[in-house]
């Protein structure tokens, strides 16, 4: 069983961050690990608090996991402080993970600031250049590449400037445009179209951090990054069509209803 590392925050409503990563990695038959940079206060309705974990516990828990375990990929998510962000560069720097999924989390869906302004330079110089494949939403390219983002073409051009910053692949996420939820994946010389229908539900919670850990888990298994994107893809939109309605606000997707609809557990759903 191939062994996947999440390195994030964890969400006291089990629907994002490091509770999400690890369902989705289940989901896909490997083996989830976990970093702990944050915890949370949120739910479905917003993100109330944050505490960061010192950074020398994230360094020691990256030790813990890397001298211990192989690791067949890591995902890194939630990174808010600029200490945060070097701490977890100089590690990977030190243990060389081959597969390294990067997810800009900036600002939560309720608005919250997940990275600290002063921290964003850091994500950029320090872990970007690390990634095979980082996943920006649109208003996370808008301020990585600095410039609006409403069209096709507008996307296409900011994932040619963030892959400069170092990356790999960059997959731009069109979620956040009207229309159908058309993803751009660049890999410095051309660009595939991810198309997918519109899902109408508010039941978004986590989606983000699911594809990415997806992501990483594809890897993992030995998938090129273009297959380990376009099965990602095709498992989050499945996972968002059968949302769930918890809460009072943004409820979270449905990271394992291809296990449960194989078991014949759906029929209360």
């Known amino acids: 069983m ?3 590392l999440t390195i994030a925050g964890s969400d006291s409503s089990g629907g994002a961050g490091i509770q999400a990563d690890l369902k989705s990695f289940s989901a896909h038959g490997v083996f989830g690990m976990s970093v702990i940079t944050a915890v949370t206060a ?15 516990v994230i360094e020691k828990q990256i030790a813990a996991i890397f001298d211990d375990i192989k690791v067949d990929a890591v995902k890194i998510g939630m990174v808010s402080r600029t200490e945060t962000i070097r701490t977890i560069a100089a590690g990977l720097a030190k243990y060389k993970p081959q597969n390294i999924v990067i997810d800009p989390v900036m600002i939560s869906k309720s608005g919250y600031y997940l990275l600290q302004p002063d921290a964003v330079d850091a994500l950029l110089t320090d872990l970007l250049p ?4 980082v996943t920006p939403n649109i208003p996370e390219a808008e301020e990585i590449a600095h410039m609006k983002i409403d069209s096709l073409k507008e996307m296409e051009e900011a994932a040619a400037i963030i892959h400069r910053l170092g990356p790999s692949y960059v997959l731009l996420k069109g979620g956040h445009r009207v229309g159908d939820a058309t993803d751009i994946l660049f890999d410095g010389t051309s660009y595939h179209y991810l198309e997918s229908k519109r899902i109408e539900t508010q039941n978004t919670h986590g989606t983000g951090c699911t594809l990415s850990a997806a992501i990483a888990a594809n890897l993992a298994n030995g998938w090129t990054a273009d297959e380990a994107v376009a099965r990602a893809k095709e498992y989050i939109t499945t996972a968002i069509e059968h949302s769930f309605a918890i809460g009072k606000g943004v409820g979270p997707v449905h990271h394992f209803y291809n296990l449960y609809q194989k078991a014949g557990m759906l029929s209360n759903e």
């Open 130 to 133: 690390l990634a095979t494949i």
């Open 2 to 4: 191939k062994k996947v």
């Open 42 to 56: 949120q739910n479905t309705q917003g993100v109330f608090a944050v505490q960061d974990i010192d950074i020398h």
